[in-house]
């Protein structure tokens, strides 16, 4: 229904615009006439011929205009403001403008402190207009958002000198020193040049002062509002492909993606890398289980840019984040009200409605408002709608002559279907197996909605696979910036955030199995000699599977885990930083505190099913001779109730200390130095458990055996002191050509799942990191490239050791190293055409590693050493080829990707190969750039390429069986249709 609405809101608008479109076109009031003679007619009459064209209103009191008459103007400008200008001012009025359409007239003052105006365009270099182009009076902080026309104005401005500074992401910035008289008016237009890899873009994240990227010495990569929406990520992993250096897996939907920041060894998740939005964590720990940093982000109409800074300072500036940082940073309204509501429309039932709404309150307040509802299947249909949900974001700005006050809130509530590896065959070129389609197809299914998990203690617990990862998070934040002079200045940022997650999911076990060798293999368990024969039956209807072994064309069994999990989450961070300026030295010394907990509740229980698209649950029963039931294996489908459980309650506290200095040395030399002092403290309480608890009477084999907490608790509580060091610098050749280098020690803590599954106190991780680079800055080609070696120790893994005559599983830790380069480059060799490459070349190894496997029968223990094995899940080729061509409004490009082959396991026994993934787009602007319509389609040819086996069973040595394998592709094709207005 909102949807309806907004479609039949979005359709009246198109018919204003179209008529406003028709009218303003340049034509003489009167269409034959003497122009020897100057006509003369009533003011109001020229007021409402100025409605009438641009679509205005004017409010003045009657007694200023009366008897008043003015010449007629043969031809509209096109600029209703140069129109005003000419009409007024031999009247002695001037006007205010009141929102986006109302002029006040009034009477012009004749005192000597008349108020004046700067006003003009900003445009390209071919005179096209420049939109969302931030105009700025740099000695008296005002801005001005350029509106649709490219045009900005300022008035109210005192007699006096003025620097005027236009800028925007994508072009190089420009400055002007501008005379203002008094009661004057100074037209100041604005050409500016492409800044073809946003070298001018001003950073703040990893970095005390505002930095050109030309001029930062460590390795950033931003994206801007245009530049994301022609990206159209379906993710927010999606967008970070963007940043060189980072490895991202987007397969599993979207949310709860992983990212390999430099060929660092881990599971998955964002261990090393922190998650920002608006300069503050969007939650202190980015890779709790079942809490990946990314459920809690989402991207919408209301981010202004992103920011992306791998290695480098990101361990000076942020908590546990050797890796980097990424921040998210928010629109937050310009001196012009601006409307944008954008429709999208896709395949596999996708509908969208994002929207933003901002500008000023009044002359000192400014506000924002964005956000988006989404609802659709999902491009792996599990049956049943997969994604759906929403965000809505406010901020409110107080401004200050030197410094402002800024309050955000942020509500999301969102489901979204998480996808995991299914079964393939044909491992050195894969493909579907019958009944189970690999671009499509998905093991989640809607047969195992709404379901009931019995505890030992007759509790249900009722579940919903179709809510997915379920996050309802709610975030207040406030920040504060002053600039008390002679150097000094001040910025606080603090936050409080809430998040309850539901995360619901199918993950798989076992390669799939034959049916008949599953049946067979439990035989033993049974010990009841009159079983004549197994046999299958669909748990939805009760019938029984005459032929199993043709089942779905492929015979197929799958024996999976349905995971439930709870986690309440809360964090209060505060980060106060001081700065001061003396000389060449730009000095900050900040304080840090954070607080966060985190709750766990799981409960998992193993499912059997057929295996196809959303398969259905399957009971196995065995029979005597008579056809008669004497033997259940499963329960409504449920393999095994209680196959995992845990019950924990964990807290954390952060407090930090971090200097840096910026020392601009020479004219062409600035270095830096910066280091963090910190300190952890982690304390919890963890249930314990027993695994022979019976549910009920039994009389399945799946209601025995069952873990569940005993009601007592264990508690643990761990400290960790932890220091941060990053010396870099950067030296200016000239104003096209900058080189950087920097060297660093960043660290990493254990989190709370260390205790959670260990009485060990665990170590943290040192990362050591040298890169340098070089950048290059010129109208046709722009070049950001570094050479990186990082190095890690204390990487955890599981060793089988011999105890007590039993086999025990003990942590050990190896170390890695990662050499690498990467880059991004734009070259444009023809006016409007873009080639745009990302890419990077890495070779990630483990060192001082050796697994131990026992036989348990035998007790031989077999040695592996793994030293020199490439790191798994990380490819050593990631290129990113991206050719556009803009002419006028339209805008087309081609997307080429190519990611090489990874190995599954530690052992590399097992590879995932290469794979080239091929996406397309178009969009065109129209009615003066306030409709934009654009289609983006990913995955254009089906491309089938893997992101992981099962790492569930496979991170040290892969299990394939037969031809039959587990392995997660990248989604399938998905085409995306946009509608956005711009008002």
Known sequence: MRLLITTILCGKLLFVLAISQEISKNKPFIKSMDDSIEYQIPLEKVFRMLEKKYDVYFVYENQIVNGLKTPLIKEFSGNIFKDLQNILKKHHLQYKLVGKKTFVIIKKAFSKTSFGKIRGFVTDSDGNPLPGAEVILVNVKLMDIADNKGAYIFDELKKGEYLVSAQMIGYKAKSFLVKVPAGGIVDKNFFLEPDILDMEEIVTVACRNPFMKLESSVAITTANSKQIAERAPQSTAELLKVIP????????????????????????????????????????????????????????????????????????????????????????????????????????????????????LSENFKFNVGGFFRHSQGVRSAHFTGNSGGQIKLNITRLFKKG????????????????????????????????????????????????????????????????????????????????????????????????????????????????????????????????????????????????????????????????????????????????????????????????????????????????????????????????????????????????????????????????????????KLRLDMGVRLESHLFKGKVENTRDDYIIGDG???????????????????????????????????????????????????????????????????????????????????????????????????????FKNGRIVHEKRFAKSRTIGLEFEAVFIPASGLHLNLIGTIQDPRLLELISNKIDPETGAVTYKNLSGNRVRRIPQFIIDFRPSYSYKGFNIFYSWQFIGERFVDDANTAVLPGYNLISAGASYKFFENKIRLGVNISNLTNTLGLTEGNPRIEQEFANRRQNVFMARPILGRFVNLSLTLTL
């Open 404 to 667: 402002y006050f800024r309050v955000y809130g942020k509500y999301l509530n969102d489901r979204n279907i998480f996808y995991l590896p299914i079964p393939l065959q044909n491992p050195n070129d894969p493909e579907s197996i019958p009944g189970l389609n690999a671009n499509y197809g998905t093991m989640t299914s809607v047969h195992a909605a709404k379901t009931s998990f019995p505890s030992p203690f007759g509790n249900i617990y009722q579940r919903d696979i179709r809510d997915g990862i379920h996050p309802e998070l709610m975030s207040f934040t406030l920040e504060y910036v002053y600039d008390f002079g002679k150097g000094w200045s001040i910025q606080n940022n603090f936050r409080v955030m809430k998040t309850d997650i539901d995360f619901n999911a199918i993950f798989p076990l076992e390669t799939p199995f034959n049916a008949s060798f599953f049946a067979d293999s439990i035989k033993h368990l049974s010990d009841k000699p009159e079983i004549a024969r197994w046999e299958y039956r669909f748990v939805d209807n009760g019938a029984p599977i005459k032929n199993i072994s043709s089942l779905n064309n492929n015979g197929l069994v799958a024996l999976n885990g349905w995971w439930t999990i709870s986690k309440p989450l809360k964090n209060f961070v505060n980060n106060l930083q001081i700065n001061k300026k003396f000389g060449e030295h730009k000095i900050s010394l900040a304080g840090y505190f954070s607080k966060y907990s985190a709750g766990d509740f799981w409960y998992w229980h193993n499912i059997l099913t057929e295996v196809k698209d959303a398969p259905r649950l399957l009971d196995l029963v065995g029979l005597n001779a008579d056809g008669e039931v004497v033997y259940q294996v499963t329960d409504n489908g449920f393999e095994q109730y209680g196959s995992f459980y845990v019950n924990a309650m964990s807290h954390a506290t952060v407090y930090s200390t971090y200097f840096t200095d910026e020392w601009q040395a020479t004219k």
């Open 245 to 360: 250096g980072f490895y991202v897996e987007s397969s599993g939907g979207e949310v709860s993606n992983n990212l390999f920041p430099r060929g660092i060894p881990q599971d998955g998740s964002y261990r090393y890398v922190a998650m920002y939005e608006d300069g503050l964590p969007i939650f202190e720990a980015p890779e709790l289980a079942f809490a990946n940093i990314d459920i809690m982000m989402r991207l919408d109409e209301s981010v202004k840019s992103m920011e992306g800074v791998r290695g480098g300072t990101s361990s000076i500036y942020a908590s546990n984040a050797p890796g980097g940082v990424i921040n998210f940073i928010s629109k937050t309204g310009g001196n012009r009200r601006e409307v944008i509501i954008k429709l999208s429309a896709g395949t596999h039932d996708f509908k969208r409605l994002d929207f933003n709404y901002g500008g000023p």
């Open 699 to 801: 009389e399945t084999e799946a209601e025995r055996n069952v873990i569940f907490g005993d009601s007592t608790f264990r508690y643990y509580q761990h400290k960790f002191n932890e220091w941060a060091f990053s010396f870099g610098g950067n030296y200016s050749i000239n104003h096209h050509l900058a080189l950087y280098g920097r060297l660093s020690r960043g660290f990493r803590t254990p989190d709370f799942e260390q205790w959670i599954f260990s009485e060990n106190r665990g170590k943290s991780q040192y990362i050591y990191q040298i890169e340098g680079g070089l950048k290059v800055a010129s109208p046709q080609f722009s070049l950001f490239s570094s050479v990186f070696f990082s190095h890690i120790n204390n990487i955890p893994f599981i060793d089988e050791v």
